[in-house]
């Protein structure tokens, strides 16, 4: 069984195999032939870009695997902008590719998870932040890449009593954006330009004001890739965005493509209960698509990732997940005669011995578990790599499986395209080898990718959806 996974991970990165019902680890791709037809007429057109909006947690909001898939889209399609953001710098380490940030003066920052959730100051909208300022000439600025000059500029604000005025600067222009309202409501504006742009300010004048998203764009074809996400935040944790605005945006931003990208974050919760969740599920899918129209949605299965934390070990009721091996270093072999032969332990059907067959190597396991595979004699004293299941070993938590299966299964009843992420990693414990082998993909805590692992993750995810378009004689 374990030899048949490493079999996996080395498949999972070769050509996809399409059937009727999957292009490698898409699945019910059928439903997101109303994009594949706008994106086969994206390259050298012109007008509004082919739009993909993703919303999601840490994965998202890092923008590792985003801005990857941004950059390989552009460069085939064009650029179509840099598409939708939260505004300001919501959260420490805000760093999005594409677009430098600037905000200056004082702003409250509200967001529907974390810190900005415990005493929130206005709605929010679909990038699950808003910020707000009672300060005279508070700022935000942004300055975009070569590749993310724009023609088009969107900023969404709440109109409210008492409200104060947005003084947008782009190009040496100005417009104003003003605020106040007889009544509570969103707002969003417009602004198109005859030639691109590379920067735009905003700045803040009388009352209060609360931006809640803001976004740039090139009308000229290509595609925008927007990812909107908050740190730990589970899907859920959308239901705390305000309908009116969200309904405001997506009439604004007009995406051709949503992509929901939750479900680490629910697999590590202390307690995974499967009919909550489903319920949770179906419930936030059902509001984005009553707010959002008839636009395709691709559901994203939760990854692969591992914890070594004891009380995830049941955190779901499932049976106890088997660990992880993962490489160890050994002692040296102490001298011994170069003739002497080499002894193996009686192998079982599900012996560890495939694995380091596959891996090309022979290695024995440091305590505290037995041997995997007697060393062969050598005269040389030099350290040795081998793999095992260590004293604290690395293991998926139960949680992640159930919540995979439950997107699945209710991606397929409500016609949604899901994509299988762990298993086009390679399946079940590849993060270690993602971790601990060169090139490293992921992060140390084995749930987030480094920039390399995020180029994979979505050249994994475009080889799928390519395959997928590319079956268009199968619907």
Same mark, same amino acid.
């Given at each position: 069984?374990?030899?048949?996974?490493?079999?996996?991970?080395?498949?999972a990165?070769?050509?996809?195999?399409?059937?009727?019902?999957?292009?490698?680890?898409?699945?019910?791709?059928?439903?997101?032939?109303?994009?594949?037809?706008?994106?086969?007429?994206a390259?050298?057109?012109?007008?509004?870009?082919?739009?993909?909006?993703?919303?999601g947690?840490?994965?998202?909001?890092?923008?590792?695997?985003?801005?990857?898939?941004?950059?390989?889209?552009?460069?085939r399609?064009?650029s179509?902008?840099?598409?939708?953001?939260?505004?300001?710098?919501?959260?420490?380490?805000?760093?999005?590719?594409?677009?430098?940030?600037?905000?200056?003066?004082?702003?409250?920052?509200?967001?529907?998870?974390?810190?900005?959730?415990?005493?929130?100051?206005?709605?929010?909208?679909?990038?699950?932040?808003?910020?707000?300022?009672?300060?005279?000439?508070?700022?935000?600025?942004?300055?975009?890449?070569?590749?993310?000059?724009?023609?088009?500029?969107?900023?969404?604000?709440?109109?409210?009593?008492?409200?104060?005025?947005l003084?947008?600067?782009?190009?040496?222009?100005t417009?104003?954006?003003?605020?106040?309202?007889?009544?509570?409501?969103?707002?969003?504006?417009?602004?198109?330009?005859?030639?691109?742009?590379?920067?735009?300010?905003?700045?803040?004048e009388?009352?209060?004001?609360?931006?809640?998203?803001?976004?740039?764009?090139?009308?000229?074809?290509?595609?925008?890739?927007?990812? &909107?996400?908050?740190?730990?935040?589970?899907?859920?944790?959308?239901?705390?965005?305000?309908?009116?605005?969200?309904?405001?945006e997506?009439?604004?931003?007009?995406?051709?493509?949503?992509?929901?990208?939750?479900?680490?974050?629910?697999?590590?919760?202390?307690?995974?209960?499967p009919?909550?969740?489903?319920?949770?599920?179906?419930?936030?899918?059902?509001?984005?698509?009553?707010?959002?129209?008839?636009?395709?949605?691709?559901?994203?299965?939760?990854?692969?990732?591992?914890?070594?934390?004891?009380?995830?070990?049941?955190?779901?009721?499932?049976?106890?997940?088997?660990?992880?091996?993962?490489?160890?270093?050994?002692?040296?072999?102490?001298?011994t005669?170069?003739?002497?032969?080499?002894?193996?332990?009686?192998?079982?059907?599900?012996?560890?011995?495939? &694995?380091?067959?596959?891996?090309?190597?022979?290695?024995?396991?440091?305590?505290?578990?037995?041997?995997?595979?007697q060393?062969?004699?050598?005269?040389?004293?030099?350290?040795?790599?081998?793999?095992?299941?260590?004293?604290?070993?690395?293991?998926?938590?139960?949680?992640?499986?159930?919540?995979?299966?439950?997107?699945?299964?209710?991606?397929?009843?409500l016609?949604?395209?899901?994509?299988?992420?762990?298993?086009?990693?390679?399946?079940?414990?590849?993060?270690?080898?993602?971790?601990?082998?060169?090139?490293?993909?992921?992060?140390?805590?084995?749930?987030?990718?480094?920039?390399?692992?995020?180029q994979?993750?979505?050249?994994?995810?475009?080889?799928?959806?390519?395959?997928?378009?590319?079956?268009?004689?199968?619907?």
């Amino acid at each position: 069984m374990i030899g048949a996974l490493l079999l996996a991970a080395a498949a999972a990165a070769s050509a996809p195999v399409v059937t009727a019902d999957c292009a490698g680890g898409l699945c019910d791709y059928a439903v997101l032939k109303p994009y594949f037809d706008k994106l086969a007429a994206a390259r050298g057109g012109g007008g509004k870009p082919v739009h993909i909006l993703q919303i999601g947690d840490s994965h998202t909001a890092g923008d590792s695997i985003t801005g990857a898939w941004r950059d390989m889209l552009q460069a085939r399609y064009g650029s179509g902008g840099r598409g939708v953001m939260p505004p300001g710098r919501p959260f420490q380490g805000y760093n999005p590719r594409g677009v430098r940030v600037e905000m200056t003066g004082s702003w409250t920052v509200s967001s529907i998870f974390g810190p900005g959730s415990q005493n929130p100051r206005g709605a929010r909208g679909l990038a699950g932040f808003s910020i707000t300022s009672t300060m005279e000439g508070a700022r935000i600025g942004l300055t975009a890449s070569a590749m993310e000059t724009f023609n088009r500029f969107v900023i969404c604000a709440t109109a409210e009593p008492g409200a104060g005025t947005l003084v947008i600067s782009v190009g040496g222009e100005t417009e104003r954006m003003e605020l106040g309202s007889l009544i509570t409501r969103p707002e969003c504006k417009e602004l198109r330009f005859d030639r691109l742009q590379p920067a735009v300010s905003v700045v803040t004048e009388g009352g209060p004001v609360t931006i809640t998203s803001w976004a740039t764009f090139r009308d000229a074809g290509g595609v925008a890739l927007s990812n &909107v996400g908050v740190v730990g935040s589970q899907f859920i944790h959308f239901s705390r965005n305000d309908d009116a605005v969200v309904a405001e945006e997506l009439r604004s931003y007009d995406p051709d493509l949503i992509v929901l990208a939750f479900g680490t974050n629910e697999g590590f919760s202390p307690r995974v209960n499967p009919q909550e969740y489903e319920i949770a599920l179906r419930t936030q899918i059902g509001r984005v698509r009553r707010l959002a129209g008839r636009v395709p949605i691709l559901l994203l299965g939760a990854p692969d990732a591992l914890s070594r934390r004891a009380e995830m070990l049941n955190n779901a009721p499932t049976a106890t997940p088997a660990p992880c091996i993962e490489p160890v270093t050994l002692p040296p072999l102490a001298e011994t005669p170069a003739q002497a032969t080499p002894s193996r332990q009686p192998r079982t059907g599900d012996a560890i011995d495939d &694995v380091l067959e596959a891996l090309g190597e022979q290695a024995a396991v440091a305590k505290p578990t037995a041997p995997l595979l007697q060393a062969p004699a050598t005269t040389t004293a030099a350290p040795r790599i081998g793999w095992a299941i260590t004293a604290k070993p690395l293991f998926p938590p139960p949680g992640l499986k159930v919540v995979r299966e439950v997107q699945r299964r209710v991606a397929h009843q409500l016609r949604l395209g899901f994509w299988d992420w762990e298993a086009r990693m390679g399946g079940r414990c590849t993060a270690v080898s993602w971790v601990k082998l060169q090139p490293t993909r992921m992060r140390p805590d084995y749930v987030h990718f480094n920039s390399a692992g995020g180029q994979e993750i979505a050249n994994r995810l475009q080889t799928d959806l390519d395959a997928a378009a590319g079956a268009g004689w199968r619907w």
